[in-house]
């Protein structure tokens, strides 16, 4: 069985930055893909950034150029440095993890069976 904890979240002001972890409770150099969703209220919840087994990342337009998804295998670890945060990334984020292989990593949150309970970001203007 495999838990994902996210960390790190907290209240910034527009254009500061903030760096999220995701912890992993097995070898995350196993895994098929991890990545990073997230949720504001009143909206679904969406594809942030994901790192699949072959390193290759995908990132949501709307974050290209100011997120940076990386991952350290020595720990375990999932990370998303944001910067130049804006207040419309403000939401619940979201780690979850893929075991078994697919050609793309999924967008959907739910198609990853390993998911973590979030942490809140929220950037004021």
């Known amino acids: 069985q495999l838990q994902v904890v996210e960390s790190g979240g907290g209240s910034v002001q527009a254009g500061g930055s903030l760096r999220l972890s995701c912890a992993a409770s097995r070898y995350t150099g196993s895994l098929a893909c991890m990545g990073w969703f997230r949720q504001a209220p009143g909206k679904e919840r969406e594809e942030v950034a994901t790192?699949?087994?072959?390193?290759?990342?995908r990132y949501a337009d709307s974050v290209k150029g100011r997120f940076t998804i990386s991952k350290d295998n020595a720990k375990n670890a999932l990370y998303l440095q944001m910067n130049s945060l804006k207040p419309e990334d403000t939401a619940m984020y979201y780690c979850a993890a893929r075991i078994s292989v697919l050609p793309t990593c999924p967008r959907n949150f739910y198609e990853y069976l390993y998911r973590g309970q979030g942490t809140q970001v929220t950037v004021s203007s």
């Open positions: 790192w699949d087994r072959s390193s290759m990342t």
